[in-house]
């Protein structure tokens, strides 16, 4: 099954920014532009959590953690979505996922490989 392929994790220290691409190849355009997006993450023996997520008209909502550094943003044409990060901090480090959030509220069962971030003291 084909899944989303995110991109642009690394290593960077506290402090230092990274943009991460998430890239959906399964959709025609006109299909993935009426998706709502939203990144999550996943750090080593914890739960997944909402980072931020993006509707088809653009609005934005973000977890209290990442307001303020943090920024969603979406190019319909080119099935992407992304996710600009500012002010890294050590507890960001996690793999980072995107996902479609479907009508009931919850991501999609088939997650991609995700994008490591890791960020030093």
């Known amino acids: 099954q084909v899944q989303l392929v995110e991109s642009g994790g690394g290593l960077v220290p506290a402090g230092g920014s990274l943009r991460l691409t998430c890239k959906d190849p399964?959709?025609?355009?006109?299909?993935?532009?009426?998706?709502?997006m939203a990144w999550y993450r996943q750090a080593p023996g914890k739960q997944r959590e909402l980072v931020a997520q993006?509707?088809?008209?653009?609005?934005?909502n973000y977890a209290d953690f990442v307001k303020g550094r943090f920024t969603i943003s979406r190019d319909n044409s080119n099935k992407k979505v992304f996710l600009q990060m500012y002010s890294l901090q050590p507890e960001d480090t996690a793999n980072y996922y995107c996902?479609?959030?479907?009508?009931?509220?919850?991501?999609?069962?088939?997650w991609g490989q995700g994008t490591q971030v890791t960020v030093s003291s």
């Open positions: 996902n479609e959030i479907t009508r009931d509220g919850h991501p999609r069962n088939d």
């Open positions: 399964r959709s025609i355009f006109s299909v993935f532009s009426v998706k709502t």
């Open positions: 993006i509707s088809s008209d653009r609005a934005t």
